[in-house]
């Protein structure tokens, strides 16, 4: 019996994440009959039993010789009952027209939905497809519009009442077909009218909902702005929207009537006379500006126009000075002169310093060390700056007037040093063997 109980307990899981069912089915609406211009409707039912986690992915139709329009972003909320089991879906439309009278073919299409309580993407194939467009008496294979029911309106918009010369006049055309697309409604014809001046705007063309979420047809709008720029009498043409009936495939029109209106010459008067009051104003105030003022003004003007133009030059003019001014820093700041000077400010300064000499000794002979440096100098400058040295750090109270003296003697040092490159020949070659 506690083996029985445990197989049970080990088989809930196995019931509660049982895989969810789902369905696809799909239909042509109208099935038979289809004339070319005729707008068939592929609606595609996709049935879960739980239900939806996300929106299905719908799948791109392409047929040659039919205009079709996929599904909008709203679908139809279905609650069926099948197989004794009761599902939940939505249901989108495909509408195809077809331009040429031949047999089309649907194929299988990919469908993939996400219902609840499943494993993940399911990937539904709908079933194959076939129907036959059959071309309108007497139209042969020419697009026409086929539609349930046509309906044009008309609105009229004048800028002002009565219409004057150089006021306008707007006609807008709106023409709704029950059972056809936006895209297929004939464009009207705003004709040329002697007398005024046409402007045409931008249509706009818009489905037509049923209000469940699926499309019922198709609307356009156009509208045009005539300028009056004749007085006296004038019409603006009837206009007339020839379309077939798609139950009965018969000829029909629908038509709106022509506009006739009388334009005046126009009288516009200001509520002031600007004339007038210009004048009032000349003879009120006098403005005089002396020449030399003008002159002086145009300079400025001039001046100013060449600086502003001159600006590039300018930069880079500033540019170059600052490198200049860089490059002399930094000449300076490598010199043998920088460096005597940092000799005499360590070499008077306490606790004394000799990294200034050793700089010095560096730029201005090229040697590292004092000893190799003494060999630049004569005997009686070596021996009394080493003297110093010795005795600026010997441990007696005589070192405190050690760094004047000191200075003094590598003063001497210097000029001996600056006299002997004058008589040396420069050349940018070192010795060989030093």
Not at 88 to 104: D, E, H, K
Not at 189 to 206: I, M, N, W
Not at 272 to 281: G, K
Not at 342 to 360: A, D, E
Request: some cysteine.
């Amino acid at each position: 019996m506690r083996r029985i109980v445990m197989l049970l307990l080990l088989c809930v899981p196995l019931l509660a994440n049982a895989a969810a069912e789902v369905r696809v089915q799909s239909r042509l609406v109208p099935q038979t009959g289809v004339v070319v211009g005729a707008t068939v409707s592929m609606e595609v039912d996709l049935l879960v039993d739980t239900w939806f986690t996300a929106a299905p992915v719908l799948p791109k139709l392409e047929l040659p010789g039919a205009v079709v329009t996929p599904p909008s972003g709203e679908a139809q909320h279905l609650n069926e009952k099948l197989d004794g089991k009761t599902f939940f879906g939505l249901r989108y439309t495909y509408q195809i027209t077809p331009q040429a009278a031949q047999s089309f073919t649907i194929p299988a299409l990919a469908f993939q939905v996400q219902p609840g309580q499943g494993s993940g993407v399911v990937t539904l194939n709908s079933q194959p497809l076939t129907f036959a467009a059959k071309a309108l008496a007497g139209a042969g294979n020419q697009p026409r519009l086929v539609a349930n029911e046509v309906s044009i309106e008309q609105t009229l918009h004048r800028s002002h009442e009565p219409l004057r010369v150089g006021d306008s006049i707007t006609r807008q055309l709106t023409i709704e077909a029950q059972g056809a697309q936006a895209m297929l409604i004939p464009p009207p014809s705003f004709a040329q009218v002697t007398g005024l001046k046409r402007y045409l705007q931008s249509p706009t063309v818009a489905a037509l909902s049923d209000g469940r979420g699926g499309v019922s047809g198709g609307k356009r709008e156009d509208s045009v702005t005539y300028v009056i720029e004749q007085q006296g009498s004038h019409s603006l043409p009837a206009f007339t929207v020839q379309w077939w009936d798609a139950s009965t495939s018969e000829a029909r029109t629908a038509t709106v009537e022509a506009v006739n209106f009388v334009a005046d010459k126009g009288s516009y008067s200001a509520p002031f006379d600007i004339n007038e009051d210009l004048r009032a104003l000349g003879r009120q105030a006098h403005v005089r500006i002396a020449g030399h003022w003008l002159l002086v003004s145009a300079i400025v003007l001039v001046g100013a126009c060449l600086l502003y133009c001159a600006r590039p030059w300018g930069r880079a003019a500033v540019a170059w000075l600052r490198g200049w001014r860089e490059n002399r820093r930094r000449t300076w700041l490598a010199s043998a002169d920088y460096a005597w000077q940092v000799l005499r400010r360590q070499l008077n300064g306490s606790p004394l310093q000799l990294g200034g000499l050793y700089l010095w000794v560096r730029r201005s002979s090229g040697k590292r060390t004092l000893s190799d440096f003494s060999e630049e100098l004569s005997d009686t400058a070596v021996n009394r700056s080493l003297d110093l040295l010795k005795i600026r750090y010997a441990p007696s109270d005589s070192a405190e007037a050690a760094p004047a003296n000191l200075v003094q003697s590598l003063a001497v040092s210097r000029r001996e040093l600056r006299k002997r490159k004058v008589a040396d020949p420069q050349h940018g070659l070192r010795p060989m063997n030093p």
